[in-house]
């Protein structure tokens, strides 16, 4: 299956006169053209692993294996927008000016419902609206994957609901791989293709999670269930 590939990865933290394992010995494929979301409590190693996964940190044991090309994008708990430049100039930083495919950013401006805000600034934007500025960013760099460490954990309920079919609803059109971190069982549910569930520095446990997205319904018993389970995972 391609996609990444992590073999044994290894992380410790010198913390004062202590030494600090964060992970242990993590393995996992993580599928091309999916949403893969770690799962599980603050502390348990979630962004650490993105970061490892993404490049922004190093393992201290363990391999990193990437089966379509190297090239990633990340999407954060804040928009981490440049409040001097509008939409346009927001989604294109970090471009090369002969990088710049003006019909293809136009494209991904509309793919996220920001056409008709494009010279806007971020002060003008609302949060959700921050937020769909800094996916298109990412989508713009056209990467391999994109790692989006608890995105919309700072919105406010019915925004992070908004947002989250909107990202279901870009990744349909888009076709693009993500790694998804969250705390939110519901939100996993919502938007993964796959689980896997963090404790305490490994992978407790991977769910897949098979049914359609468009048809996905909370209140269903078949995901209930699927929700009863992943709580007595996370309660052994």
């Not at 979630?46 to 999407?75: S, Y």
């Not at 934007?125 to 990412?138: E, K, N, T, V, Y």
């Not at 468009?214 to 995972?233: G, T, V």
Request: aromatic share 6%; with cysteine.
């Amino acid at each position: 299956m391609a996609g990444i590939r992590l073999i044994g990865l290894e992380k410790n933290y010198q913390v004062e006169e202590r030494m600090l394992q964060v992970l242990r010995g993590i393995d996992l494929q993580i599928p091309e053209k999916k949403i893969t979301v770690l799962l599980g409590q603050s502390g348990c190693g979630k962004t650490t692993l993105l970061r490892l996964t993404g490049g922004l940190e190093k393992p201290d044991a363990g391999e990193i294996r990437f089966d379509t090309g190297h090239k990633t994008a990340f999407v954060f708990q804040e928009p981490r927008l440049m409040p001097w430049k509008n939409v346009w100039g927001n989604v294109t930083f970090g471009l090369r000016k002969e990088e710049i495919d003006e019909d293809a950013i136009h494209r991904i401006i509309t793919t996220v419902g920001l056409s008709e805000f494009t010279r806007a600034y971020p002060s003008q934007l609302s949060g959700g609206m921050q937020q769909r500025c800094a996916i298109a960013r990412a989508l713009a760099y056209e990467p391999s994957f994109i790692m989006m460490d608890e995105p919309f954990a700072a919105l406010d309920y019915f925004t992070r609901g908004q947002m989250q079919k909107e990202l279901l609803r870009v990744h349909a059109q888009t076709g693009s791989s993500i790694l998804f971190v969250t705390h939110s069982i519901d939100e996993a549910l919502t938007l993964a293709d796959k689980i896997a569930i963090m404790e305490n520095g490994v992978i407790k446990a991977e769910v897949e999670v098979p049914m359609e997205k468009r048809q996905r319904d909370l209140m269903d018993n078949s995901f209930i269930d699927l929700k009863r389970k992943i709580l007595l995972l996370l309660d052994r």
